[in-house]
Nanobody
């Protein structure tokens, strides 16, 4: 069974930094794109950053210049380095991945359970 597990959330002061990690585990043929989404209280889930299997990245306007997404292909992990954090970055951050099933090679969408990031003084 494929699982995505996030870590690295917590409480940080405005202007501070956090690094989120997400590990994919289980049996699968391969991983396509990986991404970070977030959902603030009372708001819809939104894309923060995405990285493809060949390393191309996409960022939400709110993340450009402050956040960096990266992958460790050998460890099946994705990271989100968040700098100059603002109170409006407070949200539950979710890891997302397109994963090819080991038997059928069908691309399936998987989500982690989320990690809470709180930016407050």
């Amino acid at each position: 069974q494929v699982q995505l597990v996030e870590s690295g959330g917590g409480l940080v002061q405005p202007g501070g930094s956090l690094r989120l990690s997400c590990a994919a585990s289980g049996s699968f043929f391969g991983i396509n794109a990986m991404a970070w989404y977030r959902q603030a209280p009372g708001k819809q889930r939104e894309l923060v950053a995405r990285i493809t299997s060949d390393g191309r990245t996409t960022y939400a306007d709110s993340a450009k210049g402050r956040f960096t997404i990266s992958r460790d292909y050998g460890k099946n992990m994705v990271y989100l380095q968040m700098n100059r954090l603002k109170p409006e970055d407070t949200a539950v951050y979710y890891c997302n991945a397109g994963i090819l099933k080991v038997d059928t090679r069908i691309l399936m969408d998987y989500w982690g359970k989320g990690t809470l990031v709180t930016v407050s003084s």
